[in-house]
Protein backbone atom coordinates (compact mmCIF):
# COMPACT_ATOMS: atom_id res chain seq x y z
CA UNK A 1 0.00 0.00 0.00
CA UNK A 2 1.78 3.34 -1.20
CA UNK A 3 2.08 6.72 1.11
CA UNK A 4 -1.20 8.26 -0.70
CA UNK A 5 -3.67 5.76 -0.04
CA UNK A 6 -2.38 5.09 3.09
CA UNK A 7 -3.16 8.97 3.52
CA UNK A 8 -6.60 9.03 2.13
CA UNK A 9 -7.50 5.84 4.18
CA UNK A 10 -6.72 7.58 7.52
CA UNK A 11 -8.51 10.74 6.30
CA UNK A 12 -11.62 8.91 5.24
CA UNK A 13 -11.24 7.30 8.94
CA UNK A 14 -11.33 10.76 10.75
CA UNK A 15 -14.37 11.28 8.46
CA UNK A 16 -16.67 9.05 9.48
CA UNK A 17 -15.73 9.84 12.96
CA UNK A 18 -16.13 13.16 12.86
CA UNK A 19 -19.68 12.22 10.86
CA UNK A 20 -20.88 10.45 13.98
CA UNK A 21 -19.75 13.42 16.38
CA UNK A 22 -16.99 11.41 17.68
CA UNK A 23 -13.40 12.69 18.73
CA UNK A 24 -11.41 10.97 16.08
CA UNK A 25 -8.34 11.01 18.53
CA UNK A 26 -9.93 10.50 21.73
CA UNK A 27 -12.88 8.68 20.59
CA UNK A 28 -15.26 10.59 22.56
CA UNK A 29 -18.09 12.80 21.95
CA UNK A 30 -17.50 16.30 21.07
CA UNK A 31 -18.90 19.47 23.00
CA UNK A 32 -20.32 22.20 21.50
CA UNK A 33 -22.74 23.10 18.66
CA UNK A 34 -20.72 22.87 14.88
CA UNK A 35 -20.28 19.16 14.39
CA UNK A 36 -23.53 18.58 15.58
CA UNK A 37 -25.20 20.78 13.04
CA UNK A 38 -26.70 19.18 10.60
CA UNK A 39 -25.37 21.00 6.98
CA UNK A 40 -21.58 20.37 8.26
CA UNK A 41 -22.15 16.59 9.44
CA UNK A 42 -24.05 15.77 5.56
CA UNK A 43 -21.03 17.86 4.59
CA UNK A 44 -18.81 15.47 6.41
CA UNK A 45 -20.23 12.46 4.87
CA UNK A 46 -19.72 14.13 1.34
CA UNK A 47 -16.33 14.26 1.90
CA UNK A 48 -16.19 10.94 2.97
CA UNK A 49 -17.98 9.60 -0.12
CA UNK A 50 -15.23 11.34 -2.12
CA UNK A 51 -12.81 9.88 -0.39
CA UNK A 52 -13.42 6.58 -0.51
CA UNK A 53 -14.05 7.20 -4.72
CA UNK A 54 -10.26 8.23 -4.15
CA UNK A 55 -9.23 5.17 -2.47
CA UNK A 56 -10.52 2.89 -5.22
CA UNK A 57 -9.19 4.92 -7.92
CA UNK A 58 -5.88 5.30 -6.40
CA UNK A 59 -6.07 1.17 -6.34
CA UNK A 60 -7.31 0.64 -9.70
CA UNK A 61 -4.40 -0.36 -11.91
CA UNK A 62 -3.91 2.45 -14.25
CA UNK A 63 -5.01 0.03 -17.53
CA UNK A 64 -8.20 -0.80 -16.54
CA UNK A 65 -8.56 2.72 -16.53
CA UNK A 66 -7.63 2.80 -20.47
CA UNK A 67 -9.73 0.10 -21.32
CA UNK A 68 -13.15 -0.89 -20.60
CA UNK A 69 -16.20 -2.74 -22.18
CA UNK A 70 -19.59 -1.56 -22.14
CA UNK A 71 -21.46 -4.49 -22.58
CA UNK A 72 -22.54 -6.76 -19.31
CA UNK A 73 -20.36 -10.16 -19.08
CA UNK A 74 -21.94 -13.52 -20.98
CA UNK A 75 -20.33 -16.45 -22.35
CA UNK A 76 -21.43 -19.31 -25.18
CA UNK A 77 -21.69 -22.80 -23.49
CA UNK A 78 -19.54 -23.59 -26.82
CA UNK A 79 -16.99 -20.82 -24.60
CA UNK A 80 -17.70 -22.59 -21.12
CA UNK A 81 -16.38 -25.70 -22.53
CA UNK A 82 -13.17 -24.43 -23.54
CA UNK A 83 -12.82 -23.37 -20.18
CA UNK A 84 -9.59 -25.51 -19.01
CA UNK A 85 -9.38 -26.80 -15.60
CA UNK A 86 -6.53 -26.60 -13.57
CA UNK A 87 -4.92 -29.79 -12.62
CA UNK A 88 -3.93 -27.89 -9.01
CA UNK A 89 -6.06 -26.07 -6.13
CA UNK A 90 -6.44 -22.84 -7.73
CA UNK A 91 -7.62 -19.23 -6.28
CA UNK A 92 -10.93 -18.04 -7.25
CA UNK A 93 -9.12 -15.67 -9.13
CA UNK A 94 -7.63 -17.98 -11.38
CA UNK A 95 -11.19 -19.00 -11.72
CA UNK A 96 -12.43 -15.52 -12.72
CA UNK A 97 -8.98 -14.54 -14.88
CA UNK A 98 -9.92 -18.01 -17.12
CA UNK A 99 -13.50 -17.45 -17.53
CA UNK A 100 -12.43 -13.59 -18.56
CA UNK A 101 -10.63 -15.10 -21.19
CA UNK A 102 -13.69 -14.54 -23.50
CA UNK A 103 -14.21 -10.80 -22.37
CA UNK A 104 -12.07 -9.33 -24.88
CA UNK A 105 -13.38 -12.19 -27.52
CA UNK A 106 -17.20 -11.05 -26.89
CA UNK A 107 -15.95 -7.13 -26.38
CA UNK A 108 -17.51 -7.28 -22.74
CA UNK A 109 -16.62 -6.01 -19.10
CA UNK A 110 -14.98 -8.70 -16.91
CA UNK A 111 -16.76 -10.27 -14.48
CA UNK A 112 -15.89 -10.01 -11.00
CA UNK A 113 -14.67 -12.97 -8.76
CA UNK A 114 -16.54 -11.82 -6.10
CA UNK A 115 -19.66 -12.40 -8.21
CA UNK A 116 -18.52 -15.98 -8.11
CA UNK A 117 -17.99 -16.01 -4.27
CA UNK A 118 -21.55 -14.35 -3.63
CA UNK A 119 -23.38 -17.45 -5.61
CA UNK A 120 -21.16 -19.85 -3.98
CA UNK A 121 -22.35 -18.31 -0.23
CA UNK A 122 -26.09 -17.70 -1.38
CA UNK A 123 -26.38 -21.88 -2.14
CA UNK A 124 -24.68 -21.83 1.01
CA UNK A 125 -20.68 -23.55 0.03
CA UNK A 126 -19.42 -20.45 1.27
CA UNK A 127 -20.15 -18.36 4.51
CA UNK A 128 -18.87 -15.46 6.64
CA UNK A 129 -15.93 -15.88 9.08
CA UNK A 130 -14.83 -14.42 12.07
CA UNK A 131 -11.79 -13.02 9.75
CA UNK A 132 -14.73 -11.16 7.66
CA UNK A 133 -13.45 -13.81 5.13
CA UNK A 134 -15.42 -16.17 3.22
CA UNK A 135 -14.31 -20.00 3.73
CA UNK A 136 -16.13 -22.81 3.17
CA UNK A 137 -19.49 -24.51 4.81
CA UNK A 138 -18.95 -28.50 4.96
CA UNK A 139 -20.94 -28.74 2.16
CA UNK A 140 -18.94 -26.37 0.55
CA UNK A 141 -15.81 -28.89 1.62
CA UNK A 142 -17.64 -31.63 0.08
CA UNK A 143 -17.60 -29.58 -3.37
CA UNK A 144 -13.53 -30.08 -3.20
CA UNK A 145 -13.55 -26.20 -2.01
CA UNK A 146 -10.12 -25.73 1.19
CA UNK A 147 -9.08 -23.12 2.62
CA UNK A 148 -6.48 -21.83 4.59
CA UNK A 149 -5.35 -19.46 7.45
CA UNK A 150 -2.94 -16.46 6.23
CA UNK A 151 -1.15 -13.19 7.73
CA UNK A 152 -0.42 -9.66 5.69
CA UNK A 153 2.65 -7.84 6.02
CA UNK A 154 0.48 -5.45 8.72
CA UNK A 155 -0.27 -8.20 10.97
CA UNK A 156 -3.63 -8.66 9.95
CA UNK A 157 -5.21 -12.18 9.40
CA UNK A 158 -7.26 -13.37 6.43
CA UNK A 159 -8.84 -17.27 4.93
CA UNK A 160 -7.83 -17.71 1.64
CA UNK A 161 -10.19 -20.52 -0.55
CA UNK A 162 -8.79 -22.97 -2.94
CA UNK A 163 -10.70 -24.74 -5.43
CA UNK A 164 -9.97 -28.16 -7.17
CA UNK A 165 -10.95 -29.36 -9.94
CA UNK A 166 -14.52 -30.80 -9.16
CA UNK A 167 -14.81 -27.58 -7.83
CA UNK A 168 -13.73 -25.97 -10.83
CA UNK A 169 -15.99 -27.90 -12.97
CA UNK A 170 -19.17 -26.87 -11.08
CA UNK A 171 -18.41 -23.20 -10.99
CA UNK A 172 -18.07 -23.36 -14.71
CA UNK A 173 -21.35 -25.49 -14.86
CA UNK A 174 -23.32 -22.79 -13.17
CA UNK A 175 -21.73 -19.99 -15.36
CA UNK A 176 -25.21 -19.10 -16.36
CA UNK A 177 -26.91 -19.28 -12.50
CA UNK A 178 -24.05 -17.42 -11.10
CA UNK A 179 -24.49 -14.25 -13.74
CA UNK A 180 -28.48 -14.60 -13.32
CA UNK A 181 -27.72 -13.75 -9.74
CA UNK A 182 -26.31 -10.83 -10.86
CA UNK A 183 -28.53 -9.55 -14.01
CA UNK A 184 -31.70 -11.39 -13.52
CA UNK A 185 -34.54 -10.17 -10.70
CA UNK A 186 -36.58 -13.84 -9.38
CA UNK A 187 -39.43 -13.13 -7.91
CA UNK A 188 -38.01 -14.11 -4.58
CA UNK A 189 -35.27 -11.63 -4.93
CA UNK A 190 -36.45 -9.32 -2.68
CA UNK A 191 -36.33 -9.02 1.65
CA UNK A 192 -39.82 -7.90 2.69
CA UNK A 193 -40.38 -4.87 5.46
CA UNK A 194 -43.17 -2.69 5.98
CA UNK A 195 -42.47 1.08 6.16
CA UNK A 196 -43.58 3.44 7.89
CA UNK A 197 -43.65 6.67 6.27
CA UNK A 198 -41.34 9.10 8.17
CA UNK A 199 -42.47 12.75 8.51
CA UNK A 200 -39.88 15.56 7.20
CA UNK A 201 -41.22 17.54 10.21
CA UNK A 202 -40.89 15.27 12.86
CA UNK A 203 -37.85 14.58 15.59
CA UNK A 204 -36.21 11.75 16.30
CA UNK A 205 -37.54 11.42 19.54
CA UNK A 206 -40.88 12.70 18.56
CA UNK A 207 -41.18 9.99 16.07
CA UNK A 208 -40.31 7.44 18.34
CA UNK A 209 -42.54 8.61 21.27
CA UNK A 210 -45.58 8.74 18.30
CA UNK A 211 -44.80 4.68 17.96
CA UNK A 212 -44.09 3.55 21.83
CA UNK A 213 -45.56 0.18 20.96
CA UNK A 214 -42.65 -0.97 18.72
CA UNK A 215 -39.13 -1.46 19.68
CA UNK A 216 -37.07 0.28 18.23
CA UNK A 217 -33.39 -0.78 16.51
CA UNK A 218 -30.42 2.06 16.41
CA UNK A 219 -27.05 2.04 15.52
CA UNK A 220 -23.92 4.06 15.34
CA UNK A 221 -20.40 2.60 13.93
CA UNK A 222 -16.88 3.72 12.74
CA UNK A 223 -14.16 2.05 11.07
CA UNK A 224 -10.99 2.36 10.68
CA UNK A 225 -9.87 1.45 7.21
CA UNK A 226 -6.31 1.16 7.57
CA UNK A 227 -6.72 -1.64 10.64
CA UNK A 228 -9.90 -2.96 8.77
CA UNK A 229 -11.72 -2.91 12.19
CA UNK A 230 -14.51 -0.87 13.77
CA UNK A 231 -16.54 -0.51 16.47
CA UNK A 232 -20.78 0.05 16.92
CA UNK A 233 -23.08 1.10 19.89
CA UNK A 234 -26.63 -0.19 19.07
CA UNK A 235 -30.11 0.47 20.67
CA UNK A 236 -32.89 -1.52 21.38
CA UNK A 237 -35.28 0.56 22.61
CA UNK A 238 -39.09 -0.31 23.88
CA UNK A 239 -41.44 1.62 25.52
CA UNK A 240 -39.68 3.80 27.35
CA UNK A 241 -36.88 1.35 28.30
CA UNK A 242 -33.40 0.97 26.54
CA UNK A 243 -30.64 -1.89 25.83
CA UNK A 244 -27.16 -0.57 25.01
CA UNK A 245 -25.41 -2.91 23.33
CA UNK A 246 -21.21 -2.20 21.80
CA UNK A 247 -18.89 -3.56 19.61
CA UNK A 248 -15.17 -3.80 19.61
CA UNK A 249 -12.29 -5.01 16.83
CA UNK A 250 -15.28 -5.49 13.95
CA UNK A 251 -13.77 -7.58 11.25
CA UNK A 252 -14.64 -4.37 8.26
CA UNK A 253 -13.35 -2.29 6.03
CA UNK A 254 -16.08 -0.05 5.57
CA UNK A 255 -18.44 1.96 8.34
CA UNK A 256 -21.68 0.42 6.88
CA UNK A 257 -20.29 -3.27 7.83
CA UNK A 258 -19.96 -2.24 11.15
CA UNK A 259 -23.46 -0.93 11.28
CA UNK A 260 -24.61 -3.87 9.68
CA UNK A 261 -23.16 -5.87 12.56
CA UNK A 262 -24.86 -3.99 15.79
CA UNK A 263 -28.32 -3.96 13.73
CA UNK A 264 -27.91 -7.91 13.67
CA UNK A 265 -26.44 -8.14 17.14
CA UNK A 266 -29.87 -6.31 18.30
CA UNK A 267 -31.92 -8.13 16.58
CA UNK A 268 -30.19 -11.44 18.10
CA UNK A 269 -30.97 -9.64 21.66
CA UNK A 270 -34.61 -9.88 21.25
CA UNK A 271 -36.64 -12.07 23.55
CA UNK A 272 -39.96 -12.27 22.95
CA UNK A 273 -42.06 -11.98 19.67
CA UNK A 274 -42.75 -7.54 18.92
CA UNK A 275 -42.84 -5.50 16.44
CA UNK A 276 -39.63 -3.75 15.26
CA UNK A 277 -38.57 -0.74 13.60
CA UNK A 278 -35.03 -0.14 12.28
CA UNK A 279 -34.84 3.41 12.21
CA UNK A 280 -31.80 4.88 9.97
CA UNK A 281 -30.88 8.03 8.11
CA UNK A 282 -30.60 5.84 4.68
CA UNK A 283 -32.42 2.80 3.27
CA UNK A 284 -30.93 -0.69 3.86
CA UNK A 285 -32.19 -2.56 1.13
CA UNK A 286 -35.59 -4.28 2.09
CA UNK A 287 -37.58 -4.43 -0.24
CA UNK A 288 -34.85 -4.31 -3.18
CA UNK A 289 -33.80 -6.67 -5.79
CA UNK A 290 -30.64 -8.74 -4.74
CA UNK A 291 -29.21 -7.62 -7.94
CA UNK A 292 -28.89 -4.30 -7.12
CA UNK A 293 -26.75 -4.89 -4.31
CA UNK A 294 -25.92 -8.57 -3.39
CA UNK A 295 -24.03 -7.56 0.16
CA UNK A 296 -26.88 -5.41 1.38
CA UNK A 297 -29.60 -8.14 -0.11
CA UNK A 298 -27.75 -10.72 2.25
CA UNK A 299 -27.70 -8.06 5.52
CA UNK A 300 -31.51 -7.65 4.72
CA UNK A 301 -31.89 -11.37 4.65
CA UNK A 302 -30.07 -11.92 7.76
CA UNK A 303 -32.09 -9.51 9.75
CA UNK A 304 -35.03 -10.83 8.47
CA UNK A 305 -34.28 -14.42 8.85
CA UNK A 306 -33.88 -13.80 12.79
CA UNK A 307 -36.92 -11.69 13.37
CA UNK A 308 -38.75 -14.45 11.53
CA UNK A 309 -37.20 -16.62 13.87
CA UNK A 310 -38.05 -14.60 16.73
CA UNK A 311 -42.10 -14.18 15.43
CA UNK A 312 -41.61 -10.39 15.01
CA UNK A 313 -42.82 -8.63 12.42
CA UNK A 314 -40.16 -6.31 10.69
CA UNK A 315 -40.80 -2.72 10.06
CA UNK A 316 -38.41 0.11 8.35
CA UNK A 317 -38.43 4.10 8.87
CA UNK A 318 -35.69 6.14 6.99
CA UNK A 319 -35.41 9.59 8.53
CA UNK A 320 -33.15 11.51 5.50
CA UNK A 321 -30.74 13.66 7.07
CA UNK A 322 -31.43 13.52 10.91
CA UNK A 323 -28.45 10.44 11.56
CA UNK A 324 -26.70 13.38 13.60
CA UNK A 325 -30.45 13.06 15.44
CA UNK A 326 -30.12 9.27 15.79
CA UNK A 327 -26.45 9.33 17.13
CA UNK A 328 -27.51 11.62 19.97
CA UNK A 329 -30.41 10.05 20.86
CA UNK A 330 -28.04 6.52 20.99
CA UNK A 331 -25.11 8.56 22.84
CA UNK A 332 -27.63 9.92 25.43
CA UNK A 333 -28.58 6.32 26.01
CA UNK A 334 -25.29 5.38 26.38
CA UNK A 335 -24.38 7.95 29.25
CA UNK A 336 -27.71 7.51 30.85
CA UNK A 337 -26.73 3.58 31.35
CA UNK A 338 -23.63 4.23 32.86
Known sequence: MNQEITKLLRAKMYMDYLANGIDPVTNTGIDGDTLHNEKVIE?????????????????????????????AFYITDEQVSMLNVFTYKCKVSELANEINRFAEVNSTKKMAASLINDWLEAEGYLCQS??????????????????????RYDGNEY???YYDPQAQRFVYEHINDILESRYVKLEDDVVPAQAIEYPSSVRVREFISQHNDKC??????????????????????????????????IPASSSIKVIHSGL?????????PTDVVILSSAPFGFNTPRYKNYKSFKFCKDIYTILSEKKCNLYTAV?????????????SLEVSEV
Open 130 to 151: DLNSRIPTEKGEQLGISYEHKT
Open 216 to 249: FIMTIGSCDSVASKGSYIAVLHYKGKSKVLRGTN
Open 43 to 71: CLRYVSDILEKNICEAEMPQERHRSRKNG
Open 264 to 272: LAAAESIKA
Open 159 to 161: YIN
Open 319 to 331: CHGRGNEIAEFIR
